[in-house]
């Protein structure tokens, strides 16, 4: 059975860093596309970061370019999220992504997901 499992996730300052990974088991992921999404409290899903299968494409949303990175290893089937100078408002619910059916961007074409890692960033 195909799985994603988060990790990584914490409590840090405003200004810090945290690594998420995201392991995918139960079948090879190197020929599908990945990505991260976020959840606040109250808010709806919104997409952060994206990378495709064929060359490692990366795509971004603004209020995280520059400050996040997105790589994936393909012979240790993870995807991975290095957030840099994190800010308040980038508290949320963390959740990696796969196969995506749709635009990148959009959560409801991915047909996979994992449990989502809490990530709260401190003032």
């Known amino acids: 059975q195909e799985q994603l499992v988060e990790s990584g996730g914490g409590l840090v300052q405003a200004g810090g860093s945290l690594r998420l990974s995201c392991a995918a088991s139960?079948?090879?992921?190197?020929?599908?596309?990945m990505a991260w999404f976020r959840q606040a409290p109250g808010k709806e899903r919104e997409f952060v970061a994206f990378?495709?299968?064929?060359?490692?494409?990366?795509l971004y949303a603004d209020s995280v370019k520059g400050r996040f990175t997105i790589s994936r290893d393909d012979a240790k089937n993870t995807v991975s999220l290095q957030m840099n100078r994190l800010k308040p408002e980038d508290t949320a619910l963390y959740y990696c992504?796969?196969?995506?059916?749709?635009?990148?961007?959009?959560?409801?074409?991915?047909?996979?997901w994992g449990q989502g890692t809490q990530v709260t960033v401190s003032s």
């Open positions: 139960g079948r090879s992921f190197r020929s599908v596309d």
């Open positions: 992504a796969a196969e995506s059916r749709n635009l990148y961007y959009r959560a409801e074409g991915y047909k996979y």
């Open positions: 990378i495709s299968w064929i060359g490692g494409i990366t």
